[in-house]
């Protein structure tokens, strides 16, 4: 099914508010993470956050294996291994870089999406969307940790495969099934990779505390980008993520007290203006898989 005029707009629009939000909730989630890493560490945060979304998305979806056919299946295995790398190695890059710093090295994933997947204008905001994160990153100080450096370059090219298999399970499998295949996927992948070093570490507080914390990341993040990709072509969605360097800046400017320099600020302007572009011209043709029941999304956060 194609899309044209006022709904054509109101796809795009919708896509991209869904983006936006989800890059705040991410954000907003990564600078609440703080205080849990200095409890049980960047891998540990990252785990604990994992394995709460992924109980959660199992008893708040009920998901029936039997009904997803073997490719849908396959499909959201692999993107359930994919999210464990990417929340692994970011949480990794950022307790040794600048949230901005991190955030925008992570976007190199999208970004190749980006050029790889635009044509014409679309690819001309991918690029302008690149100029602005080399103005946030800033790579010319070398000060940046190499270490770090190497995780977010993991955690890059972890993002670009979760866009494109996000895409392709929210394509195959209704509603919300395919982050509850996912989901519990990411959290087995993260218990095995770092659980081992956390259970001694943990309190009934910070169990709690780790539970809230699934909840504004990953969970409601991540369904709202499964949603928008079912609106937005992965070429302008890779485009739109230029935006979550811009808020990580400003959110390590609110909440860790990391000033950007005018270069940077520069750079945020630059990806607004890409995102702007991005939100005007990335519908998808084939707009046409249902999302969830009415009210969905709102039981996802009520009820846990």
Do not use: K
Not at 254 to 271: E, F, K, M, R, T
């Amino acid at each position: 099914m194609s899309f044209t005029g006022p709904m054509t707009r109101s796809l795009a629009r919708t896509g991209a508010s869904m983006a936006v939000a989800s890059m705040l909730c991410v954000q907003l989630g990564l600078a609440v993470s703080v205080g849990l890493v200095d409890d049980i560490g960047s891998s540990g945060a990252a785990w604990l956050r994992l394995f709460w979304a992924g109980i959660l998305l199992v008893l708040l979806v009920r998901p029936r294996l039997r009904r997803y056919s073997r490719e849908a299946l396959l499909a959201g295995t692999a993107l359930g291994v994919v999210t464990a790398g990417v929340t692994l190695l970011f949480m990794e890059a950022v307790a040794r870089l600048p949230l901005g710093t991190a955030s925008a090295l992570e976007f190199l994933g999208p970004l190749t999406i980006a050029v790889a997947r635009s044509r014409g204008t679309g690819r001309a905001w991918a690029l302008l969307a690149a100029g602005g994160v080399l103005c946030l990153t800033q790579p010319w100080t070398g000060h940046a940790d190499p270490v770090g450096v190497a995780c977010a370059l993991g955690a890059a090219v972890c993002w670009a495969a979760y866009i494109l298999l996000t895409q392709r399970v929210g394509d195959a499998v209704s509603g919300l099934g395919g982050l509850a295949i996912s989901m519990p996927v990411a959290g087995v992948v993260a218990t095995l990779v770092a659980g081992p070093g956390v259970v001694d570490h943990l309190t009934p507080e910070l169990l709690v505390y780790g539970l809230g914390l699934a909840i504004l990341l990953p969970v409601v993040p991540f369904t709202l980008e499964l949603l928008a990709l079912r609106r937005l072509t992965t070429g302008a969605f890779g485009t739109l993520m230029a935006l979550e360097p811009a808020f990580a800046l400003a959110i390590g400017f609110l909440a860790l007290s990391q000033v950007p320099n005018g270069v940077a600020v520069a750079g945020i302007l630059l990806v607004v203006a890409a995102g702007i572009g991005a939100e005007r011209s990335g519908t998808r043709s084939d707009a046409s898989q249902p999302d969830p029941d009415p009210g969905e999304l709102q039981d996802v956060v009520v009820r846990a």
